[in-house]
């Protein structure tokens, strides 16, 4: 019992230490306004850039949507292929 909750506490760290802001942008350059970022653990959803320092916003797709990044919009989940998420310029 105590190797299941020890290893279940080294995971949650594991787990937290990944990135816990799934690739959110923290919007600290200029060239990051405006601009689109996916989430690294959801398709389904994508980042926004609204304003300079100001963490980027989670936006979710439309419904049966998920997010294609390099076509930055949302598609229909039959025409989504998932490709390794890139880093925006600055995390969060």
């Given at each position: ?67 294609m990044h390099y076509l930055k919009e949302c598609i ?17």
């Amino acid at each position: 019992m105590k190797a299941f909750i020890a290893l279940f506490a080294l995971l949650a760290a594991v787990v937290i230490a990944v990135n816990g802001d799934a690739g959110r942008s923290a919007c600290q350059d200029e060239t990051e306004v405006g601009q689109t970022y996916p989430h690294h653990f959801d398709p389904a959803k994508y980042w926004l850039c609204e304003e300079l320092n100001v963490a980027a916003t989670e936006v979710d797709c439309p419904t049966g949507l998920a997010y294609m990044h390099y076509l930055k919009e949302c598609i229909p989940w039959a025409s989504y292929i998932w490709k390794k998420p890139e880093f925006p310029p600055t995390v969060a």
